[in-house]
């Protein structure tokens, strides 16, 4: 009998953790570039185009301007969303083995921005005028111009709903068995569009 109950509760408790992973935060030492004031003013708007069959998520993306000629070459990138490029465009970056690699934000330059929060397989619109954005696995918030206006220093942060947002140094995300993330902290707080704490 003690046999069968030790049983149930090594299965009992297999189950409870087979149930819910922990989900370790990606680190990275990427380098990022900052945009200047300057840059927030529109330069010549370049248009995205594909030599597939149509322009859609994961399709060989080039970038031209209006007299035709390519200022981003095909083969570095994947459409992610940007049909027009005014301060930045939403790629998803080729690696050399032709799979997707990272999905973050360029300038015209190529520059490297930030990396790119997903909402519903996608980039994360703006709300209240800002995008939760990531540097190096930390969160931060970017504007319309791409420039990072509150550092990316938060294990996570929500979006900003009335001027004010939720965010924590500390989280544990948990995958649920359904393939949900679910973000938990003790230690939440409020910051305005300033990045200052309320």
Not at 127 to 155: H, S, W
Request: hydrophobic share 35%.
């Amino acid at each position: 009998m003690k046999i069968r109950q030790i049983a149930v509760l090594i299965f009992s408790v297999s189950v409870g953790f087979s149930c819910e992973n922990n989900k370790d935060k990606e680190t990275t030492s990427y380098q990022y570039f900052d945009r200047l004031t300057s840059d927030t003013v529109s330069a010549e708007k370049l248009i995205a185009v594909t030599d597939e069959e149509y322009l859609q998520f994961g399709a060989n993306v080039a970038f031209v301007n209006q007299s035709n000629d390519t200022i981003i070459s095909f083969g570095k990138y994947a459409y992610y969303g940007t049909d027009t490029l005014e301060f930045y465009a939403n790629v998803i970056e080729h690696t050399t083995d032709s799979t997707y690699g990272r999905q973050m934000a360029i300038d015209r330059n190529q520059n490297v921005l930030f990396d790119i929060v997903m909402f519903d397989n996608g980039p994360e619109p703006f709300n209240e005028g800002l995008t939760r954005v990531l540097r190096n696995g930390k969160m931060g918030y970017a504007n319309k111009f791409g420039q990072v206006v509150i550092p990316c220093e938060y294990d996570f942060a929500k979006w900003f709903e009335n001027g004010k947002a939720e965010v924590t140094y500390r989280a544990e995300e948990h995958i649920d068995p359904d393939g949900h993330k679910r973000v938990e902290s003790d230690e939440w707080f409020f910051i305005n569009k300033k990045g200052q704490k309320l």
